[in-house]
């Protein structure tokens, strides 16, 4: 019978080398569904993968789709090296957009400068404060992390729906839910005409930097690493599993919060019941895809918005179905964690003494 046992080392090369395997197989398996599908394999290929790449409007776009992705991406980082597995950063996402764009609701006739500094600094706190509850229940009663935070996605979404259809629906808005459009002064300023690539881009490229400092250069970083790579170690060495479990999962938190306050604030401009298109889901790709490395998260954030683009730009000029953007991603994971376990396992055959007996 075949068996996995654990290798003795684990091969740095191949570990950075599983992740282009990974999009390489997908794009193979990509061009398989195609053709099962009617659809020219190449065209189809060219328009996920290439397309969105040639043009200005296409980085523009890939630019927009990256910021979230890469903000959450490198906030689950932190959680996934010490071994706090946040599974819920789409709602600490959403509690961000509520806590931000709340100010821009209460303020909507405010000029004041300092109004969009004060959303990201809310959105910020208001996604910590969504993962506060996790870190408060994992350290208090030992709950399990991964159920409370994804639990916490409902609640998030159907506050969000309420005060959109409720107490902060649009009075001027024919019924639709969601609120005002936020003030000249709440929304992030567009580095070019024409293009909806704005301020919040620029602040996302600064963040896989300083995450990288912190993880590679701090005490921080080095004890984030320790307990989860070695807890019992950590413990040994003094470093406080309470602590960590609360850093680790408010700097998700945090950076989920601050990534939903500049989508509200960029792209849409209010609140809607739909701000996000699972952003907080697909970040857990983006930071494996990574290899939970700062800029590994980036160049995987960017990849994993050429794929979103690619995917809106396939339903209109080749007829290809929504569900084949999350098909695509379902497989670059696919991929990623079987390259993962033969990274870390091999497969032992069976002795001859054991076949005969």
Known sequence: MLRLEPRSTQSLSAAWLSPMLALVLTAVTGGIIFLAMGKDPATALY??????????????EVAVKAGPLVLIGIGLSFGFRAGIWNIGAEGQYIAGAIAGGGLAVFWYESTSAFLLPAMLLTGILGGMAW????????????????LVSLMLVYVAELL???????????????????????????????????????LGSVLTLAVP???WFLLARTRFGFRIKLFGS?????????VQSNRIIWQSLLIGGGLAGLAGVIEAAGTIGQLMPDISPGYGFTAIIVAFLGRLHPVGVL?????IAVTYIGGESAQISAGLPKAVTGLFQGIILFYLLAFDLFTRYKIVLPSRQAVQQ
């Open 47 to 60: 328009i996920y993968f290439v397309e969105p790449l040639t043009s200005s409007s296409g980085l523009s």
């Open 230 to 238: 070695a807890p019992l170690a950590a413990r040994h060495a003094g």
């Open 160 to 198: 969000l729906v309420h005060l959109v259809q409720g107490p902060w629906r649009n009075p001027m808005g024919w019924g639709f839910p969601g609120t005002r459009v936020f003030p000249d002064a709440a929304t992030m300023p567009l580095l070019f005409t024409g293009k909806r690539v704005h």
């Open 209 to 211: 930097f300083i995450a």
């Open 299 to 303: 160049l995987a954030g960017i990849a």
């Open 131 to 146: 993962a506060a509850i996790p870190a408060l229940l994992k350290t208090r009663f030992n709950a399990n992390e991964i």
